[in-house]
């Protein structure tokens, strides 16, 4: 069975501060872990995804197979940044994407 | 076209009624998803269409109903829903189901079942 954990429901902090979403899975086989995140009233969008490697918005995000961690990261916070984060792993098959509980981020002025 | 459209954006009905859900894209995807989403949780799995043929339902009731009449196009019937069943109906299309393949996701649609 494949899981994902959020253990932070809320993460308030100031404008240009630093940033640390945290995500932890469960899986047996290779995973293929996401961000996706969730604008007030927008549609969920994919943020990135752990094979690009890639820098979106300033975030970044490691897989760590050791610590089964894929925790989301920006040096410093915009307002703009504020909304609903959700780590996501996809199986093997890539047909079944199971979404951890997600993470509320309010970045203060 | 980018984006995947779902219709209604809401919908109430009763226990007794027969309604659907629809959802397109045009991006030539070939998997297409169903997904719940109850207020203040995150979406979870109902269906999966690959290449048109139903590969995964995840433990649905059988009031829920999926129909996919052709590459674009996702349906889902209800019938006799309960008042638990209300909650945002996410539908989401991906290339095709491997595992580094964006979903896009619609809107949804917010049902309430009275």
């Known amino acids: 069975a494949q899981r994902v954990t959020q253990p932070e429901k809320l993460l308030s902090v100031f404008k240009g501060a630093p940033v640390e979403l945290k995500c932890n899975y469960s899986?047996?086989?290779?995973?293929?872990l996401f961000w996706y995140v969730q604008y007030s009233r927008q549609r969920l969008q994919l943020l990135l995804r752990?094979?690009s490697r890639e820098s979106i918005k300033g975030f970044t995000a490691d897989l760590n197979k050791g610590e089964t961690s894929f925790h989301l990261k920006k040096p410093f916070a915009q307002e703009e940044d504020s909304a609903m984060y959700y780590c996501?792993?996809?199986?093997?098959?890539?047909?079944?994407?199971?979404f951890g509980g997600g993470t509320r981020l309010m970045v203060k002025p | 076209d980018t984006e995947v459209t779902q219709t209604p954006k809401h919908l109430v009905m009763g226990m007794t009624n027969k309604k659907s859900l629809k959802c397109e894209q045009h991006?030539?995807?070939?998997?297409m998803y169903w997904y719940k989403q109850k207020a203040k949780k995150p979406p979870e799995l109902m269906f999966v269409?690959?290449?048109?043929?139903?590969?995964i339902n995840e433990s649905v009731p059988s009031r829920f109903s999926p129909e996919c009449p052709n590459s674009s196009l996702l349906n889902l019937h209800l019938h006799a829903l309960q008042p638990e069943d209300s909650a945002l109906y996410l539908c989401?299309?991906?290339?095709?189901?491997?595992?580094?393949?964006?979903?896009?996701f619609g809107p949804g649609t917010r049902l309430t079942v009275t």
């Open positions: 899986y047996s086989g290779s995973p293929e």
């Open positions: 991006m030539g995807h070939r998997a």
């Open positions: 996501a792993l996809a199986n093997n098959a890539g047909n079944m994407l199971t």
């Open positions: 752990h094979i």
């Open positions: 989401a299309s991906s290339q095709d189901g491997g595992p580094s393949y964006e979903q896009y």
């Open positions: 269409y690959s290449y048109e043929k139903l590969s």
